[in-house]
């Protein structure tokens, strides 16, 4: 596959390596921040090819593992729900919630479906009137954009049965909160290189500032990340703290996304973001109610000001 | 969060921004994308995928410039080369 | 008042519930639910050295005759897809399961659960296609039952089919047999038949030429031990993929198994569709493949010999059985690193992360 298995190279991983292991005087804590990078280092044991020096501590980007577990109780309390449809990314199905998972909650007769797309989910939606169809929207900014369009389309389709239970986080307030804490012994962060594809990496130079840590936005292929990997090591052995950006096939400084609408709260709360589109779409956006069915604990959708959105924390913040 | 997979756009179909889409070619998996967050995107490009939707057009030439980088290192350590200072913003094709 | 992102576990990965009340999918994947399932609540209640032994078949001695038996239900869905539909799956899945005791197939029994409302025009179509697939192989289907459910309670069509076959002396084919520097071969590409299925399933929908593999594999099976004395262990890695299988293997014989990613083939497309939704294709499902653990001496005779049959054009060495850890499978990456293949526990599912 082009633009992946190139980046697989064996021999230039090892090459890589061991240029990584000439340049490492001195003992250094990095940290990748995405599930996804996480997962390529697992899969290779790019681990083994580092220097023992090198410490590899893997970062909290998977939105399965920073789902709070209210959310979980939520999505298979509206599992349960008679004429309730709840469609879900695969990845949250075995996640439990304070008792049970979406898999038991099927178990016992819920209609509960895996997709491979939000528009997936809309689809079932669009096919099946007669059900409420709840999409469990989850992700980083990298999935946002995505499930933020299926609503835009529910709202321009009419689709009335279709409503999202959300729960999107933000990458940089989550390394502030790595960063901040008195234990903390990362050094050096690769970034999130999709996270970045929508958002660019503009957010990061104020991070690298004030905590003196260096950022490389680095891919998901093995040679992306030793790359990136590399980068960090040459910063940190020359004491520099900036953002670089590795994967600059797919990351521009601004990114994709365009029109990115953050929370007004603090930290781990809910962002929407808007494709880059018209304020007549973020105004059809803020008139569209999330989850407005009786006896669904759901978020809600606060009225837009202008191009701005907050979305509320809890559904007791909720004001339709 | 991460899962994005290139692929390449056959054609293109839709007026609406927000409905345009994309058949994509996956080395003969082929899917329906949407590519409403990458407008410059044209037939013949590669598109970033995530959740069906394409999150970034890649950049080719950026994309040769790194990999032949990476593949520079590569060579060099065959050859018994200890790579040295090069880094993709500095290194010269000549080097 | 954790000090850490740490301490509040945002880091770490939930683990899975591991004791249920209900059957969840999973109990039916091929992973560790699977796995728990038979060895917690059926083995005790059923136990025998037949059964205990928990190869894809029983071998039975009956009046000196060595007969293997064995029984499987087929669930799939959608019931017609790329390259098969659950009629010849249900007859190819159950000869397997006798040729991989070295069994030569003879008779099979066909049971459906036929739910209210589905149409007589596709179980027509279900029951040609394993009458074709039957007579193909030389197999009879010599018994059957009909059951029929109400609507609602039956996803159409549910068949099981049970199988006898008559092993030859001399034969002795178990997965308690690997032993260390025996040599892992793989019969063709892992993961057809999975993505066949999964490119029709509703929302992972996607178009591609992938088909899946669904074939018996007794004459192919008759070929090897034909060549080879050697063999230790036939298995079809089915539900679970490769992975499950040599899982399998490693635990019964108490042995470890180590292959190299590199040598599993695997078809571009597959391999593309596994990329995109975020799988593994060594815990997809196939269903026209075998693993085989050989005697080191016998290894390059039986790949020649396998490469010559029609399943067996994509045959590989792809690793070796070891003794360091009892019961674990590695996988050595292009990296020269290793990773450990282990059980999931439950069914793979797409992923975004």
Request: proline letters at 6%; one cysteine or more.
């Amino acid at each position: 596959m082009k633009y992946c298995d190139e980046y697989r190279d064996p021999q230039i991983a090892q090459a890589i390596a061991g240029r990584i292991a000439n340049a490492t005087t001195r003992p250094w804590v990095l940290m990748e921040v995405c599930g996804g990078q996480t997962h390529t280092l697992m899969r290779y044991g790019i681990g083994d090819l580092l220097p023992d020096s090198i410490e590899l501590v893997h970062g909290p980007g998977c939105p399965v593992c920073v789902t709070p577990l209210e959310l979980i109780d939520q999505a298979i309390r509206l599992a349960a729900i008679p004429g309730v449809t709840l469609a879900s990314f695969g990845d949250m199905l075995r996640v439990p919630g304070s008792s049970t998972d979406l898999f038991d909650v099927r178990a016992g007769g819920a209609d509960v479906r895996v997709v491979y797309s939000p528009l997936d989910a809309l689809k079932i939606a669009r096919d099946n009137p007669e059900r409420q169809v709840v999409f469990f929207a989850v992700g980083f900014e990298t999935t946002a954009p995505a499930n933020a369009m299926a609503v835009w389309q529910a709202h321009h389709e009419g689709i009335a049965n279709f409503s999202m239970l959300v729960s999107h986080v933000l990458v940089p307030p989550a390394m502030r909160l790595i960063l901040q804490s008195p234990s903390n012994r990362v050094q050096g962060f690769i970034g999130p290189g999709h996270v970045c594809s929508i958002m660019g990496f503009g957010e990061y130079h104020d991070i690298a500032r004030e905590f003196g840590v260096p950022i490389v936005i680095g891919g998901f292929e093995p040679l992306d990340l030793l790359e990136a990997i590399s980068m960090l090591v040459a910063q940190l052995e020359e004491g520099r703290a900036e953002v670089e950006n590795q994967y600059s096939r797919s990351v521009e400084y601004d990114g994709s996304g365009g029109g990115l609408v953050k929370s007004k709260k603090a930290a781990w709360c809910c962002v929407m973001s808007m494709p880059r589109m018209t304020r007549s779409a973020a105004l059809a956006w803020s008139r569209w109610k999330c989850g407005n069915r009786p006896n669904a604990s759901v978020r809600w959708c606060s009225r837009a000001k202008r191009s701005q959105l907050t979305v509320p924390h809890s559904a007791n913040d909720a004001h339709p | 969060m991460c899962l994005a997979v290139p692929g390449r756009v056959l054609s293109i179909a839709g007026e609406d921004p927000a409905f345009r889409s994309g058949w994509i070619d996956f080395c003969g998996v082929r899917k329906t994308v949407n590519l409403a967050f990458t407008p410059e995107v044209r037939a013949g490009d590669f598109v970033l995928v995530h959740v069906g939707f394409a999150i970034s057009r890649i950049n080719r030439e950026e994309a040769a410039r790194t990999f032949a980088f990476l593949a520079h290192i590569g060579a060099l350590a065959e050859e018994g080369i200890t790579p040295g200072e090069a880094s993709p913003g500095n290194w010269d094709d000549a080097a | 008042m954790p000090d850490t992102v740490l301490d509040r576990g945002l880091s770490v990965c939930p683990s899975p519930i591991g004791t249920r009340e209900r059957i969840v999918l999973g109990h039916g994947s091929g992973g560790r639910l699977s796995a728990n399932l038979v060895h917690d609540l059926f083995l005790p209640l059923f136990s025998n050295p037949v059964l205990d032994r928990l190869d894809d078949q029983a071998i039975l001695e009956i009046d000196g005759a060595r007969l293997a038996f064995t029984t499987d239900s087929f669930v799939v869905r959608p019931l017609f897809f790329p390259g098969g539909d659950i009629g010849s799956l249900a007859v190819h899945g159950t000869i397997n399961d006798l040729a991989m005791g070295g069994a030569t197939p003879l008779y099979l029994s066909a049971g459906f659960i036929v739910e209210e409302g589905f149409p007589i025009e596709s179980l027509r179509r279900i029951a040609a296609s394993m009458g074709g697939a039957a007579a193909a192989a030389g197999v009879a289907i010599v018994t059957g039952d009909t059951k029929v459910v109400e609507r609602g309670k039956g996803d159409g069509v549910f068949i099981n089919t049970s199988g006898i076959g008559r092993v030859p002396s001399g034969i002795d084919l178990s997965s308690n047999r690997a032993r260390p520097r025996d040599i892992v071969i793989l019969s063709g590409t892992v993961g057809d038949h999975g993505m066949a299925i999964m490119s029709s399933r509703e929302g992972l929908e996607f178009e591609s030429t992938i088909v899946s593999d669904s074939a018996s594999l007794h004459q192919l099976v008759a070929e090897m031990l034909g060549v080879s004395r050697g063999i230790r262990c036939l298995r079809d890695p089915t539900r679970g993929g490769l992975s499950g299988t040599l899982n399998e293997i490693a635990a019964q014989s108490q042995v470890s198994i180590e292959v190299e990613e590199s040598r599993i083939p695997i078809r571009e497309e597959v391999r593309a569709a596994c990329e995109l939704l975020g799988l593994d294709p060594l815990y997809v499902a196939n269903e026209g493949k075998l693993v085989a653990i050989v005697a080191p001496e016998d290894a390059d005779l039986l790949l020649a010999a396998m490469r010559r049959h029609p399943l067996g054009e994509c045959a590989a060495i792809i690793g070796e059985v070891g003794k360091k850890y009892a019961g674990l499978v590695s996988v050595r990456t292009a990296f020269g690193s290793s990773r450990i293949l282990d059980l999931l526990p439950g069914e793979q599912l797409p992923r975004i992360c």
